[in-house]
């Protein structure tokens, strides 16, 4: 992380005046390095105040465009909205029109969709969010993007004190006692409520020509801070399982770092599944999969390249592309 981003969060999370020294051990740099990186963010209009009692932080830029991308380590611009309709829509467009390497955030979505064309709940509060790359890879591979989404989900949520897991294929939950769930807000809600409480899930998007990626819009969306009794029954937000709202420019950084360092070669494409397998909620469990081709129900007990789910049922071993995954109890 770049040292100024570092001191930023360092002096946003305490109300109080903070030494030269007290940051350097903090930050693992010497006290030059601290009084560069104050001068450097004192250069990118951030107003750090000297006290005899140390630095004071400057108004926090929070959750907005140059909140996030200060300092970010993701080769990404950053296009920021209070509201809008959708996030990957917006991203959609700015494809049409020839860009790439975007991520489009939001604080509120009016008209979001999840995966079916399903309605998804975005109110203020939460973290709305969608990247547009042109990666050079065949169309085959596109399934890892979404797979690379939710480990960096997953890891950021981990990072604000959350303990995620991923939910085949492209949700993130918390938690794994049966909760009752509402069927027709089941992108919102783990359909059968079983596997823990939806935190976050994820919608990927593409345009290829001649089996090659033309472009790849990947959209996460995540109950940041939002009061759980406004959403949904069976989701439940970051806020709510922390106790305390999380910084979310803090989080969608790291979110987004994530993701670029998982997705940024072919070659890191390799690693998303080892890094799913290892934050997955699914695997080891009786799953009920409702695919195009029928019902697939036994033990989930790996996920394959490009990411398919792998089944052990009564008729042998399957494995599956696409689908509504049940986690099941083990009487069912």
């Known amino acids: 992380m770049d040292t100024r981003r570092a001191l930023l969060d360092a002096l946003a999370a305490d109300d109080s005046p903070v030494s030269g020294p ?20 004192r250069e990118e209009g951030f107003a750090v105040e000297s006290t005899p009692e140390g630095y004071v932080a400057p108004d926090d ?10 300092g970010l380590d993701a080769p990404y611009s950053v296009e920021y909205r209070d509201r809008i309709g959708s996030t990957n829509e917006r991203a959609r467009e700015l494809a ?27 109110p203020s509060g939460g973290v709305w969010l969608s990247v547009l790359t042109r990666p050079d890879v065949p169309t085959a591979r596109a399934p890892l993007f979404t797979l690379a989404a939710a480990v960096a989900t997953t890891d950021a949520a981990r990072q604000a004190g959350v303990d ?41 998007e593409m345009e290829g020509e001649a089996d090659r990626v033309g472009w790849l819009v990947v959209g996460v969306g995540v109950n940041a801070n939002i009061d759980p009794e406004t959403l949904p029954a069976g989701a439940t937000s970051l806020s709510a399982q ?17 993701y670029a360092e998982l997705t940024a ?36 007990v790996d996920v394959a390249e490009p ?12 494995r599956v592309h696409a689908g509504d995954c049940e986690h099941l109890r083990d009487a069912e």
């Open 96 to 122: 049409g029109d020839g860009k790439s390497d975007v991520a489009v955030v939001a604080d509120e979505q009016t008209g979001s969709r999840g995966r079916l064309d399903r309605e998804w709940v975005a």
């Open 61 to 70: 830029p929070g959750y907005s465009g140059p909140g996030i991308a200060f």
């Open 22 to 41: 007290a940051l350097a051990e903090s930050l693992g740099v010497s006290r030059a390095a601290v009084w560069k990186a104050v001068e450097g963010l």
């Open 164 to 204: 995620a897991r991923i939910k085949w294929p492209n949700d993130v939950l918390v938690g794994d006692e049966a909760d009752e769930a509402d069927e027709s807000d089941a992108d919102n809600a783990d359909p059968t409520g079983r596997g823990g409480r939806k935190l976050a899930g994820i919608l990927t």
């Open 265 to 300: 070669s072919p070659g890191a494409l390799d690693g998303v599944l080892p890094a799913w397998r290892d934050r997955a909620s699914t695997l080891g469990r009786r799953v009920r999969v409702d695919t195009a081709d029928g019902v697939v129900e036994g033990t989930a």
């Open 242 to 258: 922390r106790g305390a709202p999380i910084a979310r420019r803090r989080f969608a950084a790291t979110l987004l770092e994530r």
């Open 307 to 318: 990411g398919a789910l792998v089944v052990d049922t009564d008729e042998g071993r399957r």
